[in-house]
C-alpha cells in the first residue's frame, strides 16, 4: 500500500499513500485503499489511546467516497472523536495533493484487556 505515518497520536495522526499501486482497473484509487488507509490509521491511534496491557479492535468502519485521484499522493488525517474508557471513534479524512476531500470515513474501535 505504501503508507508512510508522518504524525501518530490517539487524537490526530496523519499518513500518506501513493495513488500509484492502489488503483482500480479505471486508473483511479480504489475505494477499498482509501479505507485501508483510513482503517489504519484509526487503528493505531485507538490502540495508542488504548494503552499498555489494552488493545484496539474494530467493530465498525463506514466510508463516503466524493471524489477520486488518479495519480500523485493522497493524505489521511485522522482526528478523534470520542476517546472513552471501552470505546474510540475516530473521523478519517482523506484528501488529494489540491486538499480536495475524496473520502470521509469513521472507525469505531472497542477496547479491552489483552487476552
Same mark, same amino acid.
Given at each position: 500500500?505504501?503508507?508512510?505515518?508522518?504524525?501518530?497520536?490517539?487524537?490526530?495522526?496523519?499518513?500518506?499513500?501513493?495513488?500509484?499501486?492502489?488503483?482500480?482497473?479505471?486508473?483511479?484509487?480504489?475505494? =477499498?485503499?482509501?479505507?485501508?488507509?483510513? $482503517?489504519?490509521?484509526? /487503528?493505531?491511534? +485507538?490502540?495508542?489511546?488504548?494503552?499498555?496491557? @489494552? !488493545?484496539?479492535?474494530?467493530?465498525?468502519?463506514?466510508?463516503?467516497?466524493?471524489?477520486?485521484?488518479?495519480?500523485?499522493?493522497?493524505?489521511?488525517?485522522?482526528?478523534?472523536?470520542?476517546? =472513552?474508557?471501552?470505546?474510540?471513534?475516530? $473521523?478519517?479524512?482523506? /484528501?488529494?495533493? +489540491?486538499?480536495?476531500?475524496?473520502?470521509?470515513? @469513521? !472507525?469505531?474501535?472497542?477496547?479491552?484487556?489483552?487476552?
Amino acid at each position: 500500500m505504501g503508507i508512510e505515518f508522518t504524525e501518530l497520536t490517539p487524537e490526530h495522526s496523519v499518513a500518506t499513500m501513493p495513488v500509484e499501486g492502489n488503483t482500480q482497473p479505471f486508473g483511479m484509487v480504489h475505494g =477499498g485503499a482509501y479505507v485501508v488507509l483510513a $482503517e489504519s490509521l484509526g /487503528s493505531f491511534a +485507538a490502540n495508542l489511546y488504548a494503552g499498555e496491557g @489494552r !488493545i484496539a479492535m474494530g467493530i465498525e468502519v463506514n466510508a463516503s467516497h466524493t471524489g477520486s485521484a488518479s495519480s500523485g499522493v493522497v493524505t489521511g488525517v485522522c482526528t478523534a472523536i470520542k476517546l =472513552g474508557r471501552t470505546l474510540t471513534v475516530h $473521523e478519517i479524512v482523506v /484528501s488529494d495533493e +489540491a486538499g480536495r476531500r475524496l473520502s470521509t470515513v @469513521r !472507525i469505531t474501535n472497542f477496547l479491552r484487556d489483552k487476552p
